[in-house]
């Protein structure tokens, strides 16, 4: 059922759905770069409404293995997330281990 009411953030006349409800709800409103909380009855009469900060959420990406190259005495080693030497190249072949390096990060 649409419901007209006034935002309390910005004070312009919006129009909400609002599902069958039995006794009083409790939503959150948003409207625009802001939000409401409001309570709607079983009448669907806006009981209450204030304004409610907005906070921006982001997903926390999982932590990735790092791998490393470290390079002297003529040698490129790449070593694992617990130190562990997984290869040994020539330092001419820098590229080639940073490049494995890289492909292991990603997996």
Do not use: S
């Amino acid at each position: 059922m649409k419901i007209k009411m006034k935002c309390p953030v910005c004070g312009r006349q919006i129009y909400i759905e609002a599902p069958p409800v039995d006794g009083l709800r409790e939503f959150v409103v948003l409207h625009g770069d802001h939000a409401a909380k409001i309570y709607i009855d079983e009448h669907h009469f806006v009981r209450r409404a204030w304004p409610a900060p907005l906070l921006k959420a982001e997903e926390e990406e999982a932590p990735r293995q790092a791998y490393g190259v470290f390079v002297g005495r003529g040698r490129a080693v790449v070593v694992g997330p617990g130190g562990e030497k997984l290869a040994e190249l020539p330092t001419g072949e820098l590229g080639a281990a940073v490049t494995l390096a890289e492909k292991l990060e990603m997996n």
